[in-house]
C-alpha cells in the first residue's frame, strides 16, 4: 500500500473516530443515562415500568401526545409534498444564476436558530405590527390572541417548522435529482413522456430513498416538538400551555415537579417510537435495497 493511500486511509479513521466520539459523549451516554433514570426511582432502585406507568397516567399525557400526532401528520405531509414539489420546479429553471438564488433564498431560513425563527413568526403573527397584518385581518383576525387560538396551533407549528426546516431539504432533493443520469430523462422524453410524466415515472422513484431518509428525520425532529410551544406559551400568557407537547411534559416533570425519573420516561418512550417508525419506514421503502 502507497504512503498516499495509507494518509488517505488514516485521514478517514480520523474523521470518522472524531464523529464517533461525538456520538458517544453526547448520543449514547446521554441515553444511557436516561434509559438509568427511566427504569429507577428517586432512591436509584429499580423501579420496573412504574415511571412509565406514570406518565401515561397523567391526566396531560393523552392530550400531550394526541397535540404531537396532528403536528407530525402536518408536519411531514407538507414537508414531502412541497420539498419535492419545490426541487422538481427548481431543477427545471434553466438559468445558473436564478437557480443558484432561489437555493440560497430557500436556505436563509434555516440559518436561523429554532428560537429565533419562533419569534421571528411572533413578531408576523400580531396584527398589531406584522409587516402582513392586511392579509390577518382580511381572513378576520384583528388580535395577536385570535390568531394563536388553540385551534390554530398544529398549523401555525407546521408552518414555523416548514419555514425553517424545509429549505435546507429542497437543497439536498435537488442535489439527489443532479444525480439521476440526463441520459434516462432524454430517454424518457424521446418516448413522449412530459414534465408530469417525467417526473412520475422517472424522478421520483429515484429520490424514493432520499424521501424516506427526510421523514425519518423529519418526524424524529418532529416528536421533538418543543420551543414552539414553549416560546408561544410564554408570549401569549399561556395559550398553548407549558404542557401542549410531549417534550415539554417531560421538561415539566424534571424542573418543575422534581421528577427527573418520569420525565425520562417520557424521553425514553419518544425515542421508542421514534426508532419503531425509523425501523417501518426502512423496512416498508426497502431503504437498504440496491437499486
Known sequence: MSSRVRWRVRAGHGFVAAYVVLLVAFGLVPTGYAIAFAFTDSTGAF???ANFAAAASDFRFAAAAGHVAVYLVLWLVTLVVFVVGLALLLHRVTSRSLSRSLRFLYYIPGALAGSASVLVWLFLLDPAVSPAGFLLRAFGFDTFGQVVAPEHLP???TLIAFWTGAGGWIVVMYGALNTISPDLIEAARIDG???WQTARRVQLPLLRKWIVYMVILAFAGGTQLFVEPQLLSQASVGVAGRDYSLNQLS???AFRNDNVNTAAAVSVELLLVGLVAAGVF???S??????
Open 47 to 49: 423501579a420496573g415500568l
Open 155 to 157: 398549523v401555525l407549528f
Open 193 to 195: 413522456a412530459g414534465a
Open 251 to 253: 421538561y415539566d416533570f
Open 282 to 284: 426502512v423496512v416498508r
Open 286 to 291: 426497502r431503504f437498504f435495497d440496491a437499486d
